[in-house]
């Protein structure tokens, strides 16, 4: 029933926090910054003053389950309501992932949504928080909207809440506050009813049924209720084909990024003889995806280059693909593929946006980037579900088990051997030594021959955006060796402290005698022409990387 509930608001006197730099991919932080007094409400109040359209409007939430998920919803209905948005659309529990908040703004015709979420990042008392605000195309607010948001922080003195009741998020219905309408409701149905009609679940379900097994690992965070009513409730597959599906405010302890090291089991039992035909995990807020076969880990780049050359399979994609884009960083397996179909392939900046404009257009279908993230145009996130369906879509209309497909792939198109080498929270001005001395070398370096590669090209990337015009500078380091190989360095801002440092090897090989190398072999010379060119043991102190992926 939809209860009323009046009381006064409250304007609150606050000081502002010079620290809340707001970007496209919202704000992360330790969770006792977030818990400090009146941060989360500053940047909230921010937000409404600084996008007037919420009011009067539908506004969605929704979480990953990880700590503090739940006060920081309470506080943003509180918000919501006391700034005038007429109806609040939240998960039960607090709980939706970010590609199904983006479904859910585009499905109910919202002028937004918050994710509270710090993504792969760990979570717990201890662990990592964040707040993303999504405009109403369902994709993250572009840089003038975060900008604007980020100097209202600088400047704020004082936000509006409600001093209603708390809503009950464990019970789905309406109720109201003040006069705002707040209803709870199932975060996983709408975005269940979007697969079935993209994927066929009548070919998944049989091909379930004649043994085709799964092994999908949620990593204890968002995911586990969509693959429990998908995977298990509407596929088929048994429940023990499911990893980790209860959501933890801790994500068990554990770090919820699905890549070869903090999944490492998954690619254990791919090289054992009962190895399930699919494996695959997500990440804490279920943008992120990492598949593996029988025998065979497939990158993400490509993922997204062998998605691209069997989506005209599937349902939702049977009129084939207007294109393709990749992030910079990503391996150029999407564009041999590209060029196959006769279709565009779009080289952009990391960051979803970019890949949001091109979508709105109907330039692509497909895009992903090589943080393990890949999307379609049925929503404007990078969403792991639904890579994962695809992929098992694909093994069920074709019978042939990963690894045949994969080989199949690089006998026709080649194969771009790919590594990332991540060096985590490095000071920033030894983060950014390595790649002014690298800047510093660009002018000689075309026309020389390195590791037995000519160097074609050595430069900054920077991207003009066909759809809005904007332009984007100082987006990453390139050496380029034409279509063989490429050395990629660039600064993440993904953590909450420190600096990420990220080195990225690319080869490109044809030659049949060279498609069944190991990464390591494929990629060595590289990374030691790499060490040489780059010193990045002598700038940085770090004598390896944290993590390789």
């Known amino acids: 029933a939809c209860k009323p509930h009046t009381m006064p608001l409250r304007e609150i006197s ?27 409400e500053n940047l909230l109040q921010s937000i409404f003053d600084c996008v007037p359209e919420l009011k009067g409007k539908t506004l969605v939430i929704g979480g990953d389950g990880r700590y503090h998920n739940r006060a920081a919803i309470q506080t943003a209905i509180a918000m ?123 070919l998944m379900r049989a091909w379930i049924k004649r043994g085709g097994r799964v092994c999908f690992d949620s990593m204890h965070a968002v995911t586990g209720p969509y693959a429990q009513r998908i995977l298990v409730e509407q596929l088929g597959a048994p429940a023990h084909s499911l990893l980790n599906s209860q959501p933890l405010e801790d994500f068990g302890g554990g770090h919820p990024d699905p890549n070869l090291i903090y999944a490492k089991h998954l690619l254990d039992l791919s090289n054992t003889a009962t190895s399930p035909a699919l494996l695959a995990a997500s990440d804490g807020d279920g943008d992120r995806n990492m598949i593996l076969g029988a025998g065979v880990f497939i990158s993400p780049g490509d993922s997204l280059a062998m998605l691209a050359a069997h989506l005209h399979k599937l349902p939702g994609y049977k009129n084939g693909i207007a294109g393709i884009a990749r992030s910079m960083p990503t391996c150029r397996a999407a564009d041999v593929v590209a060029a196959h179909l006769g279709v565009p392939c779009y080289e952009t900046p990391t960051g979803w946006k970019f890949f949001c404009n091109l979508l709105d257009a109907d330039r692509i279908t497909l895009c992903g980037e090589e943080s393990f993230g890949t999307g379609s145009i049925h929503v404007r996130e990078k969403d792991g579900l639904w890579a994962v369906l695809a992929w098992l879509n694909i093994l069920a209309v074709t019978g042939q088990p990963l690894r045949e497909l994969a080989s199949a792939h690089w006998r026709q198109h080649g194969r771009h051997y790919y590594q990332r080498h991540d060096y985590d929270e490095l000071p920033t001005d030894k983060a950014a030594s390595v790649l002014e001395g690298l800047k510093a070398q660009f002018a000689a370096l075309p026309g020389t021959t390195l590791g037995g590669w000519t160097v074609t090209a050595a430069d900054e990337f920077a991207y003009d955006d066909p759809i809005d015009g904007s332009r984007a500078t100082a987006q990453g380091l390139r050496v380029v060796f034409g ?17 990420t440092l990220r080195l990225y090897f690319e080869r490109y090989e044809q030659s049949a005698d060279k498609l069944d190398m190991s990464t390591r072999e494929a990629l060595n010379p590289l990374v030691t022409l790499a060490d040489k060119l780059l010193r990045v043991t002598e700038l940085t102190g770090r004598k390896a990387p944290d993590v390789v992926t």
Do not use: C, W
């Open 483 to 499: 279509d063989a190989a490429r050395l990629i360095v660039r600064l993440s801002g993904t953590g909450t402290k420190g600096a």
């Open 80 to 202: 919501a309501a006391a700034n005038g948005v007429a109806k609040v659309l939240v998960g039960q529990g607090g709980i939706v992932s970010t590609p199904a908040v983006s479904h859910l703004i585009r499905l109910h015709a919202a002028a937004g949504g918050l994710v509270f979420s710090a993504s792969h990042n760990p979570a717990g008392p201890d662990g990592d928080f964040g707040v993303k605000f999504n405009i109403a195309n369902g994709g993250q607010a572009g840089e003038t909207s975060t900008d604007r948001i980020f100097a209202r922080t600088r400047e704020i003195a004082s936000y509006r809440i409600s001093e209603g009741p708390k809503i009950d998020l464990d019970r789905r219905g309406l109720s109201r506050l003040d006069q705002t309408e707040v209803e709870v409701i199932d975060g996983v149905a709408d975005y269940a009813a979007l697969m079935q009609k993209l994927f066929d679940f009548e």
């Open 14 to 40: 606050t000081k502002p926090y010079p620290d809340q730099k707001f970007g496209t991919a919202g704000l992360r932080k330790k969770v006792a910054v977030f818990q400090q007094p009146h941060y989360l």
